[in-house]
């Protein structure tokens, strides 16, 4: 054997292409993937190569999603060099590379008999799955820990990991369902198995609208009869009653400017677009490049195709966490709206039926039940929605003692239904803190798939028919704060978890915080910093100061958010940071609140505008005038924002400062020590 070498892909490295190459010769197994993905995996640095003697002998591609995991969807090894080590010696690399991460997670079909060489790697079996192929294999989840302490540690019994953070919904056009089911086998149909790869599970979910029959119908009636049977194993999304006809409206009279009359064709695609996006699903995947074209030049004009997309399967698939994280969250979406909280009272018990669990087997009557039952308790129900429309959402919560009980808790089939979700359980979180609650117990087993994985995500911990979560208000040591957890724990009778050690790398210390919100770790290793931020942005983004506003702040202030500034090598993520709001024309400079800093990312304006547009904020115009010709930007990716009811001034600053230590001036970003920050945070929040 000669010698080994493992290490990353670089952007435009010639050995990309040899990888490709490996993976269509192995792609029965792994499963197809896009050139395109390769590429992109090289330019986000999850693309290993292992080289014997200089040629590429095996790789392994993953991904680094939100959830703290590093997902490994390939690792290939060539036949000729299997029993070298090189599939040990990529694992090995991955964990060197992100050894801050809780670990490794793969998924491989059961009868392809490789469950001794995962556990040969070191991973342990954690659960079973499904592919997603046509015959449906069963799978296994195989995990390789990092050994941190980390939040999991927190679960009352064993799981499997926390499902996928963002699940998106596809809308198939009718030339690609007959790729997957009733011309399969044909030569130009293969591209479109790309779509049903085993690492998609979780992901993507593959669903037809009724732009599928308006197709169907111009077709001869012996053709149709398959096609509809293939079909028919899809969920079937359709939008509101006339929903689909306003839409293409709106698309029709876009389409006028263009100066001609429309075609059959030119109709057919728009009707394709309107039944899409009035059904709620994030993309509508298409091979017609004509088509594509077409909803391009739409976008711009018709406000109901801001946050869709119409792709081909390659593009998606290389592109799918970035496109399923914009669709899942779109705080952009409820800043301009009327979204509201309005206490439902008694007329309103048809709204509140309209949320019957129906996918999880509740009645009518059990829901008409808990609802009358709750009006009688007095316990407040509450509806999300804007003027007269539907209501998107409803929940009833009340304080017993020091634990928020919330024995409902919905969302309705709706575009928003992600976004709202994860706005519901963020004002849950404030609620149980503000009103003195050290555990939020959600009692409702029937909150939806879409709750679900919310709150898998949070994370809510499952014990039985309950999700609980732990609140904290502690800033102190992790012995302190473990302690603290575990007498919430106590309050609903759930066994005690393990103790925290000091000095946490920052990724577990951050996911911890973040499950114990508003928990501060003093004694781990995640980094803090002072940015400055000027006060035509706090406003907008951290609702301080207070704006003139109608617009319901708990709703529209997101959970998550974007500051653009210059690109600046000295913040690091995760971390935490304080805000310091400069010296206005109405304003002093104090420092009002902190807040998780999740990731930073440094692109052009135009790239970062594409990627990280669904968070509001700025325009493309704007954008580019705060980079000031420079070439690139910075783009700080923050969550979890806690205000501080006093705001800390620059003269009590300074006097912290003397007796911790800290920086004089904030000309940009700047690091303080953990004991700064607990001075800080004690002042801020006493």
Same mark, same amino acid.
């Given at each position: 054997?000669? !010698?080994?070498?493992?290490?990353?892909?670089?952007?435009?490295?010639?050995?990309?292409?040899?990888?490709?190459?490996?993976?269509?010769?192995?792609?029965?197994?792994?499963?197809?993937?896009?050139?395109?993905?390769?590429?992109?995996?090289?330019?986000?640095?999850?693309?290993?190569?292992?080289?014997?003697?200089?040629?590429?002998?095996?790789?392994?591609?993953?991904?680094?999603?939100?959830?703290?995991?590093?997902?490994?969807?390939?690792?290939?090894?060539?036949?000729?060099?299997?029993?070298?080590?090189?599939?040990?010696?990529?694992?090995?690399?991955?964990?060197?590379?992100?050894?801050?991460?809780?670990?490794?997670?793969?998924?491989?079909?059961?009868?392809?008999?490789?469950?001794?060489?995962?556990?040969?790697?070191?991973?342990?079996?954690?659960?079973?799955?499904?592919?997603?192929?046509?015959?449906?294999?069963?799978?296994?989840?195989?995990?390789?820990?990092?050994?941190?302490?980390?939040?999991?540690?927190?679960?009352?019994?064993?799981?499997?990991?926390?499902?996928?953070?963002?699940?998106?919904?596809?809308?198939?056009?009718?030339?690609?369902?007959?790729?997957?089911?009733?011309?399969?086998?044909?030569?130009?149909?293969?591209?479109?198995?790309?779509?049903?790869?085993?690492?998609?599970?979780?992901?993507?979910?593959?669903? $037809?609208?009724?732009?599928?029959?308006?197709?169907?119908?111009?077709?001869?009636?012996?053709?149709?009869?398959?096609?509809?049977?293939?079909?028919?194993?899809? !969920?079937?999304?359709?939008?509101?009653?006339?929903?689909?006809?306003?839409?293409?409206?709106?698309?029709?009279?876009?389409?006028?400017?263009?100066?001609?009359?429309?075609?059959?064709?030119?109709?057919?695609?728009?009707?394709?677009?309107?039944?899409?996006?009035?059904?709620?699903?994030?993309?509508?995947?298409?091979?017609?490049?004509?088509?594509?074209?077409?909803?391009?030049?739409?976008?711009?004009?018709?406000?109901?195709?801001?946050?869709?997309? $119409?792709?081909?399967?390659?593009?998606?698939?290389?592109?799918?966490?970035?496109?399923?994280?914009?669709?899942?969250?779109?705080?952009?979406?409820?800043?301009?709206?009327?979204?509201?909280?309005?206490?439902?009272?008694?007329?309103?018990?048809?709204?509140?039926?309209?949320?019957?669990?129906?996918?999880?087997?509740?009645?009518?009557?059990?829901?008409?039940?808990?609802?009358?039952?709750?009006?009688?308790?007095?316990? /407040?129900?509450?509806?999300?929605?804007?003027?007269?429309? /539907?209501?998107?959402?409803?929940?009833?919560?009340?304080?017993?003692?020091?634990?928020?009980?919330?024995?409902?808790?919905?969302?309705?089939?709706?575009?928003?239904?992600?976004?709202?979700?994860?706005?519901?359980?963020?004002?849950?979180?404030?609620?149980?803190?503000?009103?003195?609650?050290?555990?939020?117990?959600?009692?409702?087993?029937? $909150?939806?798939?879409?709750?679900?994985?919310?709150?898998?995500?949070?994370?809510?911990?499952?014990?039985?028919?309950?999700?609980?979560?732990?609140?904290?208000?502690?800033?102190?040591?992790?012995?302190?704060?473990?302690?603290?957890?575990?007498?919430?724990?106590?309050l609903v009778n759930v066994g005690p978890g393990p103790l925290l050690r000091p000095g946490l790398p920052p990724h577990t210390a951050a996911e911890i915080e973040r499950s114990l919100w508003p928990a501060k770790l003093t004694?781990?290793?995640?980094?803090?910093?002072?940015?400055?931020?000027?006060?035509?942005?706090?406003?907008?983004?951290?609702?301080? /100061?207070?704006?003139?506003?109608?617009?319901?702040?708990?709703?529209?202030?997101?959970?998550?958010?974007?500051?653009?500034?210059?690109?600046?090598?000295?913040?690091?993520?995760?971390?935490? $940071?304080?805000?310091?709001?400069?010296?206005?024309?109405?304003?002093?400079?104090?420092?009002?609140?902190?807040?998780?800093?999740?990731?930073?990312?440094?692109?052009?304006p135009v790239r970062l505008h594409a990627a990280l547009k669904h968070y509001g904020v700025l325009d493309l115009p704007l954008l580019e005038k705060l980079a000031n010709g420079r070439p690139t930007m910075q783009a700080v990716?923050?969550?979890?924002?806690?205000?501080?009811?006093?705001?800390?001034?620059?003269?009590?600053?300074?006097?912290?400062?003397?007796?911790?230590?800290?920086?004089?001036?904030?000309?940009?970003?700047?690091?303080?020590?953990?004991?700064?920050?607990?001075?800080?945070?004690?002042?801020? !929040?006493?």
């Open positions: 054997m000669g !010698t080994l070498e493992v290490d990353e892909v670089r952007p435009g490295d010639p050995v990309v292409d040899e990888i490709i190459k490996l993976g269509k010769r192995y792609s029965r197994t792994l499963g197809m993937m896009p050139a395109g993905a390769f590429r992109e995996a090289a330019y986000r640095g999850s693309l290993m190569a292992a080289k014997i003697d200089g040629r590429p002998v095996g790789y392994a591609l993953f991904r680094l999603p939100r959830n703290n995991q590093v997902m490994l969807s390939h690792l290939c090894v060539a036949s000729e060099a299997r029993g070298s080590g090189v599939a040990s010696a990529l694992v090995a690399e991955i964990r060197s590379r992100h050894s801050s991460r809780l670990g490794i997670r793969a998924k491989c079909r059961d009868d392809y008999g490789l469950n001794r060489m995962w556990e040969a790697l070191g991973f342990h079996a954690r659960g079973p799955a499904i592919g997603r192929g046509k015959d449906r294999s069963p799978m296994t989840v195989w995990w390789l820990d990092h050994g941190h302490e980390d939040l999991f540690s927190f679960l009352t019994q064993p799981v499997l990991l926390a499902d996928e953070p963002d699940l998106l919904e596809a809308a198939l056009d009718l030339n690609i369902l007959m790729d997957l089911h009733t011309r399969a086998d044909m030569p130009g149909a293969q591209r479109s198995q790309v779509l049903v790869a085993d690492h998609l599970e979780g992901r993507l979910r593959l669903v $037809v609208t009724n732009g599928v029959d308006r197709e169907l119908a111009h077709r001869p009636l012996d053709q149709r009869t398959p096609i509809e049977q293939a079909a028919n194993h899809y !969920t079937r999304r359709t939008g509101a009653a006339g929903e689909a006809e306003k839409v293409f409206a709106q698309l029709v009279r876009a389409s006028a400017g263009a100066g001609r009359a429309l075609s059959p064709q030119d109709e057919g695609d728009l009707w394709q677009i309107a039944e899409a996006a009035a059904s709620g699903v994030g993309v509508l995947l298409t091979w017609d490049d004509g088509l594509r074209r077409r909803f391009e030049s739409l976008q711009r004009t018709v406000p109901a195709l801001a946050s869709f997309h $119409v792709l081909d399967p390659d593009h998606l698939v290389t592109h799918l966490d970035e496109v399923a994280r914009a669709w899942a969250y779109q705080p952009a979406r409820l800043q301009g709206s009327a979204y509201d909280q309005v206490r439902a009272g008694a007329d309103d018990e048809p709204r509140l039926l309209e949320f019957l669990g129906r996918t999880s087997g509740e009645t009518r009557g059990e829901l008409r039940d808990l609802l009358r039952r709750l009006a009688r308790e007095e316990v /407040p129900r509450w509806l999300i929605r804007t003027g007269d429309e /539907p209501a998107i959402a409803c929940y009833a919560a009340y304080l017993d003692d020091q634990v928020l009980r919330v024995p409902l808790l919905r969302t309705a089939g709706h575009q928003l239904s992600d976004t709202i979700a994860r706005q519901l359980l963020w004002l849950l979180r404030r609620d149980a803190r503000e009103h003195g609650a050290r555990v939020i117990d959600v009692s409702d087993r029937h $909150v939806g798939g879409v709750l679900g994985r919310a709150m898998a995500s949070d994370p809510f911990h499952h014990h039985g028919d309950h999700r609980y979560a732990w609140v904290v208000p502690m800033c102190g040591s992790s012995h302190d704060i473990g302690h603290a957890a575990n007498e919430a724990r106590h004694d781990s290793a995640l980094p803090h910093y002072v940015i400055p931020i000027q006060v035509r942005w706090s406003g907008d983004l951290l609702g301080y /100061p207070i704006q003139l506003t109608t617009r319901p702040i708990e709703l529209s202030l997101g959970r998550e958010q974007v500051y653009y500034r210059a690109d600046d090598a000295r913040l690091t993520a995760p971390a935490r $940071v304080l805000w310091r709001v400069s010296q206005g024309r109405h304003t002093s400079a104090e420092i009002i609140g902190t807040s998780f800093l999740d990731a930073i990312d440094v692109d052009t990716r923050f969550s979890d924002t806690e205000l501080f009811d006093r705001p800390i001034s620059t003269s009590t600053y300074n006097q912290l400062r003397e007796q911790h230590g800290g920086p004089k001036a904030f000309y940009g970003p700047q690091p303080v020590k953990s004991e700064l920050f607990a001075a800080l945070y004690q002042t801020g !929040t006493a």
